[in-house]
């Protein structure tokens, strides 16, 4: 994907919150699984799960599988990670 620096687990985290998304408790009440974080779009009732809470960056392939994950296209990727 071309047009941002690859962003850490953190910081993808914390743009998809900037954008609206909020931290879905699962079972328990825990915050996602281990050290994932799963987030809710509550605007369009979807569930994106599994984004490593990491300083490192993350790799092309999964941000690739988030953003098929939140159903939005390359460009609205882009202008999210780069609103972070």
């Known amino acids: 994907m071309n047009g941002y620096s690859i962003p850490s687990g953190k910081r993808l985290i914390k ?8 931290i879905h408790k699962g079972r328990n009440g825990k ?4 050290s994932h974080i799963s987030l ?3 605007l369009n009732k ?4 599994v984004i490593p809470d ?3 960056d993350l790799s092309k ?15 609205e ?3 999210i ?3 972070s």
């Open 54 to 56: 990491t300083s490192n």
């Open 31 to 34: 915050l996602g699984k281990g």
């Open 61 to 75: 392939g999964l941000l690739s599988a988030i953003r098929r994950q939140l159903n939005i296209s390359k460009k």
């Open 46 to 49: 979807l569930n994106v799960t």
């Open 15 to 22: 743009a998809l919150l900037k954008k609206g998304y909020k």
């Open 77 to 79: 990727f882009i202008i």
């Open 81 to 83: 990670l780069n609103n």
């Open 40 to 42: 809710f779009d509550p």
